[in-house]
Nanobody, 125 residues
Framework: QVQLVESGGGLVQAGGSLRVSCSAS????????MAWFRQAPGKEREFVAV???????YYADSVKGRFTISRDNDKNTVYLHMNSLNPEDTDVYYC???????????????????WGQGTQVAVDA
């Protein structure tokens, strides 16, 4: 089992950058596929990015070229670097973990077993 804690959210101006982090408990962090999702009130949770155990990455089209997911297995932490932010990126960002990876279903929230509590990102126009 793994516990996830996000941090680093906040308010940023449009066009700005922000990095959110997700720290994981446990000694098997490098066994997990890690992902970021986001969700606005009243909307479904939306896939943002995923990083596999071998650090292969996949992104939603809406963030490709602007966001970068990375992981530091020594620190049990996954990061989401967000550049060129716009108001449409305003959401609660959630970290998620799973032991099973499929390129077909990695963008589906139901594929993930563990979730953090979320961190709010707000982009001011």
């Amino acid at each position: 089992q793994v516990q996830l804690v996000e941090s680093g959210g906040g308010l940023v101006q449009a066009g700005g950058s922000l990095r959110v982090s997700c720290s994981a408990s446990g000694r098997t962090f490098n066994s997990y596929v890690m992902a970021w999702f986001r969700q606005a009130p009243g909307k479904e949770r939306e896939f943002v990015a995923v990083i596999t155990r071998s650090s292969t990455t996949y992104y939603a089209d809406s963030v490709k070229g602007r966001f970068t997911i990375s992981r530091d297995n020594d620190k049990n932490t996954v990061y989401l670097h967000m550049n060129s932010l716009n108001p449409e990126d305003t959401d609660v960002y959630y970290c998620a973990a799973t032991l099973i990876f499929s390129v077909v279903t990695c963008n589906t929230p139901a594929e993930y077993d563990y979730w953090g509590q979320g961190t709010q990102v707000a982009v001011d126009a």
